[in-house]
């Protein structure tokens, strides 16, 4: 299939991703005399900010994923295509994308790529069977599912080992993903599931957070970061720093500390959110254009948020490497509506080579701990404790798209956090397993056809 022009054709943009950058640079487009097609593996626009939330049964799917569709209905110039993009030709202009086995290639005057990133294993991905990350609604969907189910376990097991086992939970990676994770499975075990269970008491259960740097939120650092850590063993986390994760499995994890000693945890959830890497269509885009790509496989962007030599290709989000800019949603939002004011001031004339330099405006940034507490750095100033959390509790909801969702979030939140309940505590046995399913019955067909076409060669 090849898409065709909606209406006559005028200047198309095509973006890629249905996340913070891809969704504002659209929106920027809106009143643009152009035809916007954005192209995403997902139908929904992602608030990966509040996905722990999911995962710990405060927030429902919907609150923080609406319908990319129902979001860009009004917006007349911009069409949803579903599909993993593939390939990205720069010289042809043109971006291929399948949904199941149906191929579409559409044509491009301008291009935006904005398709986030993934976890990182840092080259152990065989971890990822047994410690999920936490990037998607899915894997939100499997944890929430992994946690709820390492309880109800708990509860059938007469073995004190394994109930032990079974009732240690280990996030690995102490940022501000760990960090809100590891303080809502305390809040969970401690507040929510307090005597729901007959024969296993779930606030004893052990809360492990670790990570080879020696404080948390080291992007804060300093008061914010002891802070942080005091609240968090407040809530009964265990803190283990300085420590190196060697080996996961079924049963738990092999760690190294500072000193070299090995040792085990065992622990039947484990979580990782360690660690990025970027989309792979990053390579793609630097193989074809000679910019270079840093560590975590970004793309070293013009300063105008273009490739070399391509100065209507534009990378955003955390897909872009920019003068060490973080992997934050403001970064996506304002690369996003950057990258969209270009087009717009090319089609008033505007030569690339007039563009003004991308300027990040930093709005500051904030993880929550626990119940009324957060941290948070603006510039300077640092917050801390209850007022750190209303603050967050306000941007949060300000950020989030649409009213309904913002509505919903609310009557949740005020139901988790001046009660003990929680909406979304169902969990299904496709959510646990799905994932691992998927992943075995690709193994299997791509081992089938390799197999076919070894025999076709050898034939
Ligand atoms: C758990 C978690 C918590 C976070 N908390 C915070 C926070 O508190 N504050 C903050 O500022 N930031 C936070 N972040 C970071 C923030 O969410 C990201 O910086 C932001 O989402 C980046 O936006 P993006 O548009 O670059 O990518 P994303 O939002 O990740 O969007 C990428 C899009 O590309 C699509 N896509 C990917 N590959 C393809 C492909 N091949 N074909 C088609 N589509 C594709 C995806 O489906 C998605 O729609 C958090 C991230 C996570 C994971």
Redesign the pocket.
């Known amino acids: 299939m090849s898409i065709q022009p909606v209406g006559s054709r005028r200047h198309r943009v095509v973006v ?9 640079a659209t929106q920027a487009l809106k009143r643009a005399d152009v035809d916007v097609v954005l ?4 139908s ?9 939330q999911v995962a710990t049964g405060i927030l429902s799917v919907g609150d923080i994923a609406p319908a ?1 569709r129902m979001v860009l209905r009004k917006q007349k110039n911009a069409q949803v295509l579903l ?4 390939t990205i030709d720069i010289d042809a202009q043109a971006v291929t ?1 399948r949904f199941l086995d149906r191929v579409t290639v559409t044509d491009y005057d301008s291009l935006i790529v ?6 990182s294993y840092f080259g152990n991905d065989q971890f990822a069977e047994f410690a999920p ?4 609604i899915d894997d ?1 969907l499997e944890l929430r599912g992994r946690i709820l189910g390492a309880f109800e376990q708990a509860e059938l097991s007469d073995d004190h080992d394994e109930r032990a086992r079974l009732l240690t939970f280990v996030v690995v990676g102490a940022g ?2 760990g960090v ?2 590891a303080g809502q499975i305390a809040e969970l075990s401690r507040r929510t599931l307090k005597g729901a269970f007959r024969h296993i008491d779930p606030t004893e259960a052990r809360v492990v957070l670790l990570d080879g740097a020696p404080e948390v939120l080291p992007v804060y650092g300093g008061k914010l970061s002891r802070k942080a850590r005091g609240t968090l063993e407040r809530l009964g986390v265990e803190i283990q720093l300085g420590t190196m994760v060697t080996g996961v499995d079924a049963d738990g994890l092999t760690v190294k500390d500072k000193d070299g000693t090995e040792r085990r945890i065992d622990s039947q959830c484990k979580v990782w ?1 360690a660690g ?1 890497a970027a ?3 990053g390579k793609q885009l630097a193989a074809q254009s000679g910019a270079g790509t840093d560590r975590a496989g970004r793309v070293e962007v013009q300063p105008d948020l273009t490739l070399p030599g391509h100065p209507n290709v534009f990378v ?5 490497s920019l003068d060490n800019l ?8 304002q ?2 509506k950057y990258a969209a004011h270009q087009i717009i001031a090319g089609l008033d004339g505007q030569d690339p080579g007039q563009r003004k330099p991308f300027k990040y405006f930093d709005k500051g ?3 929550t701990i626990s119940r009324f507490s957060a941290v948070a750095k603006v510039g300077k100033l640092e917050i801390s404790g209850f007022i750190g959390w209303v603050a967050w509790l306000f941007i ?1 909801l300000l950020y989030l798209v649409g009213f309904s969702s913002k509505l919903s979030t609310l009557l949740s939140w005020t139901q988790a956090f001046l009660s003990t309940g929680r909406n979304e505590m169902a969990a299904t046995e496709q959510q646990v397993f799905a994932r691992i399913a998927i992943d075995r019955l690709r193994e299997h067909t791509e081992a089938a056809e390799g197999g076919t076409g070894a025999a076709r060669e050898a034939g």
Do not use: C
């Open positions: 890629i991703g249905s996340g913070f950058g891809g969704l504002f192209i995403a593996r997902t929904h626009h992602l608030f990966q900010p509040l996905l722990y990319t599909g993993d993009v593939e994308s904005a398709a986030g990133a993934g976890q990350g936490m990037k998607t939100a501000p993903t809100e994770l959110s990025v989309s792979p269509l955003v989000g955390d897909m872009m973080p992997g934050l949603a403001q970064v996506a939002m690369g996003g940034s904030m993880a949060h």
